[in-house]
């Protein structure tokens, strides 16, 4: 019985195991995960001026503290007339902006490149395209 346990906790971990490899795949010499996209995890533009992000993977539906990217901003009113714009380097996942922006109704947060950064290995994973999203204030 203990056998029999022990192959099904065995199977168990590697079915896991080959779950968490789907998103990153090797192709050629590069790292690719076109499953990354930017999740905004706190959203104070109306309020004080300030957002911060992650790079998140979209098929596990969380953030990945070691993958970073800079990014350009957009920051748009009511009337889709652009009202804010600026970049963040991704080295604190976060950017303040000058002023609040109360008339604000949504942004465009798009990745500088095609690939962000590991930075526990300075690895380069490539997506087919930059990340980009269009997030809507409350």
């Given at each position: ?15 896991g ?27 104070k ?14 098929s ?79």
């Amino acid at each position: 019985m203990n056998t029999k346990w022990a192959f099904l906790a065995s199977l168990l971990l590697v079915m896991g195991l080959s779950h968490l490899a789907k998103g990153q795949q090797k192709a050629g010499d590069r790292w690719v995960d076109n499953n990354l996209t930017i999740w905004i995890t706190q959203d104070k533009v109306k309020e004080r001026g300030a957002f911060y992000y992650c790079v998140a993977d979209s098929s596990r539906e969380r953030c990945i503290s070691n993958l970073t990217t800079g990014v350009k901003v957009k920051v748009y009113n009511g009337t889709d007339e652009l009202i804010w714009e600026g970049k963040a380097t991704g080295r604190t996942q976060g950017l303040v902006i000058p002023k609040k922006l109360p008339q604000a109704r949504y942004m465009t947060v798009e990745a500088f490149r095609s690939y962000v950064i590991n930075e526990s290995t300075g690895t380069h994973i490539h997506q087919a395209e930059p990340i980009r999203i269009k997030h809507r204030f409350q």
